[in-house]
């Protein structure tokens, strides 16, 4: 039996990634798996709405209604937010304009997609993060008798010390961490830039047992969180505002909080003044003290196809 070949969709989809976004574009590898993310979540949800295999996908499947059906998916189902939900719609409207020079005759079609808009949100909407007590309990719900309970726990302590992104995480090497004192990693961020941040002797231990485990007296240049067959694991969400709030109420100065989480400038870091109503009500206190009783801390409510499979291994 011959094996299947991919249809002209399928191959207009690896050049996408392979030649389009890195060689012609430039893109970064973070913005390439950005991309990749976007176009995995729409072509799952074009083949269930299609009643068709991802594999048998044909590019009469990309339309824009199916493109508003899907934003519209975004925001109900999965609960994104409009900075999530354009983000997604850059990236479709980026494959849509390679399409468009790719298949000139789908030209129309593809062109009311890049006519779908982007959402207006309230560009200084609250920032979400984590409580304490609710970041214990996403720490304190993982089953550490297991070894890749283990692991997890230590991914996820490694996130909230350091406030990275995932894919920071997940491209860490063995000879990124250094689990003697001085404890710290080295993160390699947005436009190649790599920085040391320093994390907690708790965190470096957890570390330290998680080399013990899966790789013993071994300093070769493995990844240090890896799937059951070793390979590194894909980044399908973070910790990085929880982190962010805890070193601003820990009162750690803005431009240490930038260099800390890699931010590109020190604008960005200032968008965390507005995250927490605790920090607005001390500041307010210290000026009027018999105005505001003791703050109560507020809650944050926790709510095998081929093409799938290689946009993974991009």
Not at 31 to 54: E, G, P, Q
Not at 216 to 224: E, H, K, P, T, V
Request: with cysteine.
């Amino acid at each position: 039996m011959k094996a299947k070949r991919p249809n002209g969709f399928g191959k207009a989809i690896e050049r996408f990634f392979r030649e389009y976004l890195p060689t012609l574009r430039g893109m970064s590898l973070h913005t390439i798996h950005s991309y990749r993310d976007a176009v995995v979540l729409f072509l799952r949800f074009v083949s269930s709405r299609s009643k068709k295999r991802v594999e048998n996908l044909d590019l009469s499947d990309v339309t824009a209604e199916r493109v508003r059906q899907f934003l519209t998916y975004l925001e109900v189902e999965r609960h994104n937010g409009v900075s999530t939900r354009n983000a997604r719609l850059a990236a479709l409207h980026t494959f849509a304009r390679f399409l468009a020079a790719e298949q000139p005759a789908h030209l129309a079609e593809l062109q009311r997609i890049l006519a779908v808009p982007f959402k207006r949100g309230a560009r200084n909407g609250p920032i979400e993060y984590l409580e304490r007590k609710e970041a214990d309990a996403l720490l304190g719900n993982i089953d550490r008798s297991t070894r890749l309970g283990q692991r997890d726990y230590a991914l996820f302590a490694l996130m909230l010390n350091t406030g990275a992104r995932v894919q920071e995480i997940l491209d860490l090497r063995l000879s990124d961490v250094r689990t003697q004192p001085p404890h710290q990693v080295r993160l390699r961020g947005k436009g190649g830039k790599t920085r040391l941040c320093p994390i907690w002797p708790q965190t470096a231990a957890l570390l330290r047992e998680l080399v013990e485990r899966a790789h013993g007296d071994n300093a070769s240049d493995a990844w240090l969180f890896a799937n059951r067959r070793g390979a590194k694991l894909t980044r399908f969400g973070s910790l990085r505002h929880t982190t962010a709030i805890y070193l601003l109420k820990a009162g750690v100065d803005f431009a240490t909080i930038s260099q800390w989480l890699g931010h590109s400038t020190l604008n960005t870091t200032m968008t965390y003044t507005r995250a927490d109503l605790d920090l607005k009500r001390q500041a307010l206190r210290q000026v009027f003290p018999e105005t505001l009783g003791t703050p109560q801390a507020g809650r944050l409510s926790l709510a095998a196809v081929d093409v799938i499979d290689w946009l993974k291994r991009l």
